[in-house]
């Protein structure tokens, strides 16, 4: 099956950093990659959707100078949390869509847990 | 925008019995519907999916049913298992001008053995 990458794993930083998070579809060429936020106990939460080669579209409520997104190659999404603060400390998933299978399938990536100091 | 609602939040059921999830969607133009399960701290899987132009499906121990009319569609687990436990969320894509996908407040599912 399709297989998506996410790193890293889990990351602590103090307040005002930034981090960058990212996602790898390993075996397949994909032309959008989701960013989701999961807080826990919740559900999914779109933050936004990236098209390799423009510009990321956010969801409302989404600060996007706040989460960057970066979709360089069909194979690679990167979300970058910039200025990071307490409350942006969460669980970040990544899910890419094939462009080689079933259209509407997304592959969902093994999360990322941010803990923000 | 689309909006998806899941009931129950929390289902407890004897293993063996059989376990019911069920979602509504607000978008008609919503036209895929995937189903997925989260095992703690584990990426979602998509377990089973149905698209709009059918109205059942179903794998093994899992099925779906879709009623476009009323714009809701559930997800049936017969004969359950301990290992079924856990978070099923409910999801319902739409592909105008851009694709999305809308996710359910998730149901969490305890078999008990």
């Known amino acids: 099956g399709a297989v998506v990458s996410q790193h890293p794993s889990r990351v602590i930083c103090k307040s005002g950093t930034s981090v960058k998070i990212e996602c790898r579809s390993l075996?397949?060429?994909?032309?959008?990659m989701f960013w989701y936020r999961q807080f826990p106990k919740q559900s999914l939460m779109l933050m936004a959707t990236?098209?390799?080669?423009?510009?990321?579209?956010?969801e409302q409520g989404v600060e996007k100078d706040k989460f960057l997104i970066n979709h360089a190659s069909l194979t690679l999404s990167t979300l970058t949390v910039t200025s990071a603060h307490p409350e942006d400390s969460s669980f970040y998933i990544c899910?890419?869509?094939?462009?080689?299978?079933?259209?509407?399938?997304?592959?969902f990536g093994p999360g990322t847990r941010l803990l923000v100091l | 925008g689309e909006n998806v609602e899941q009931h129950p939040s929390t289902l407890s059921v004897q293993e063996g019995d059989s376990a019911v999830i069920k979602c509504t969607y607000s978008?008609?133009?919503?036209?895929?519907f995937p189903w997925y399960k989260q095992e703690l701290g584990k990426r979602p899987q998509l377990i089973i999916d149905i698209r709009s132009n059918v109205g059942e499906k179903k794998d093994q121990r899992i099925a779906v049913t879709l009623n476009k009319t009323a714009k809701h569609f559930s997800l049936h687990i017969t004969e359950t298992q301990p290992e079924d436990s856990a978070v099923y969320f409910c999801a319902a894509s739409i592909n105008t001008g851009g694709f999305k996908t809308i996710f359910g407040a998730g149901t969490r599912l305890f078999v008990k053995a």
């Open positions: 899910s890419a869509r094939s462009r080689d299978r079933a259209e509407e399938t997304q592959y």
């Open positions: 978008d008609s133009a919503s036209n895929y």
């Open positions: 075996d397949f060429q994909a032309t959008t």
């Open positions: 990236s098209n390799e080669g423009s510009k990321a579209t956010y």
